[in-house]
């Protein structure tokens, strides 16, 4: 086995991100050692490098990652759906490691705010094992982070994007409590609007309403399960709300996914619902993102307002056996519009930023 590894370092925000070579750790007991195959940069990435959130630095970014097996530490038998694990093995993993013995782990159901959290692409590089980000030859898993095989009919690129984007978008519609003949309202065609409407159609929802400001990517969606799309650019929050109503017999729709990151939609979408409807909040994942409204409105109405930020294991479980199970019926591979080698990673990333694809992939 190669002694080092190459990955994409950011020392500051706004800056091109540089290669540099680590030195790869010992397996430690219940860890694994992964040759990453494929990353995909998600909008938060994005956030990181642009300065918009705080971030360690020195950091790997990236955490939609896929790799295969290189070694296996002591102990390491199984994944997290009880299969075996062997080297060479294709596999995922929850975006963080947790504890399961904390207050949040423990008690309330919440391991993405576990106390001793780690995320990969998100914790500091500086000290071994380095290799706890996307954009890197190498990924070490570390013992508290729940690990699945990636079904044979998946490619690494349709599996990437599962362990944020899609298991994010799985736990959203868990809180939302969705039910089939639902109507819905997804705001914003990335990654996670492309997954909420696959997501509401495998459930039986009627109207599945899409907005954005970009028809390619409404016409995207359509392929996705989108039944009515809404280009909002031209368009004011009044008419907004009539084209709404109007597709929903005059109710409004019963559950608003806000996966654009636009806080302004938040206001806009609330008055979507109708009555006694449920807003999920995805998107504003950085601070600052405020917004006003009246209160009396969510009061009289019944409205419910959630945030979701990232997951618990078993939504990437399922997002997982989700694609593997409907990759027939929606065409998961397109999600990926363009592809870069580690070294091309500055590129990779003004892609993403110009918003012209969905899903940029990073492949080493
Ligand atoms: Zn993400």
Same mark, same amino acid.
């Given at each position: 086995m190669n002694k080092t590894g190459k990955a994409a370092v950011m %020392?500051? #925000?706004k800056r091109e991100l540089e290669i540099r070579e680590y030195p790869l750790s010992q397996v430690g007991e219940g860890c694994i050692l992964v040759k990453i195959t494929c990353c995909t940069i998600c909008g938060s990435d994005l956030h990181s490098w642009l300065g918009k959130r705080q971030a360690p630095t020195p950091i790997i970014l990236g955490h939609e990652i896929v790799g295969e097996i290189v070694e296996l530490g002591e /102990? &390491? %038998?199984?994944d997290s759906g009880d299969q075996t694990l062997k080297m060479g093995d294709r596999i995922t993993w929850t975006i963080m490691d947790n504890c399961g013995k904390c207050y949040y782990c423990r008690?309330? /159901?919440?391991m993405m705010k576990c106390r001793s959290l780690k995320k990969y692409g998100h914790d *500091?590089? #500086? *000290?071994? +094992?380095?290799?706890?980000?996307?954009? #890197?030859e190498y990924c070490y898993i570390t013992p508290g982070t729940c690990i699945f095989k990636i079904p044979p009919n998946l490619t690494n690129e349709e599996a990437? +994007?599962? $362990?944020?984007a899609l298991a994010t978008v799985v736990a959203g519609w868990e809180a939302a409590g969705l039910r089939s003949f639902e109507n819905v309202l997804i705001q914003g065609v990335g990654a996670l609007g492309i997954y909420a409407a696959a997501l509401a159609k495998h459930n039986g929802c009627y109207k599945i309403i899409v907005t954005d400001i970009l028809d390619h990517r409404l016409e995207f969606v359509k392929e996705f399960g989108a039944t009515n799309t809404i $280009? %909002?650019? $031209?368009?004011r929050d009044e008419e907004i709300i009539q084209a709404v109503v109007d597709l929903t017999d005059g109710f409004g729709v019963d559950v608003v996914m806000e996966? #654009?990151? &636009? +806080? *302004? =939609?938040i206001p806009l979408g609330l008055k979507c619902l109708r009555k006694g409807g449920r807003f999920v909040a995805h998107g %504003?994942?950085? +601070? /600052?993102a405020n917004f006003t409204y009246d209160a009396s409105d969510i009061v009289f109405r019944w409205l419910t307002l959630l945030g979701v930020h990232n997951y618990d294991t078993r939504h990437l479980q399922r997002g997982i056996q989700f694609l593997s199970q409907m990759r027939d019926f929606f065409?998961?591979?397109? =999600?990926?519009t363009h592809r870069f080698s580690l070294n091309e990673i500055n590129q990779a990333m003004r892609v993403a930023q110009s918003g012209e694809g969905i899903r940029v992939a990073v492949l080493p």
């Open positions: %020392t500051e #925000a /102990g &390491v %038998t199984h008690e309330k /159901g919440l *500091s590089c #500086a *000290s071994p +094992p380095h290799f706890v980000g996307g954009f #890197a990437a +994007p599962a $362990n944020c $280009n %909002t650019k $031209n368009m996966v #654009a990151g &636009v +806080p *302004s =939609l %504003t994942a950085f +601070p /600052g065409p998961f591979h397109k =999600l990926i």
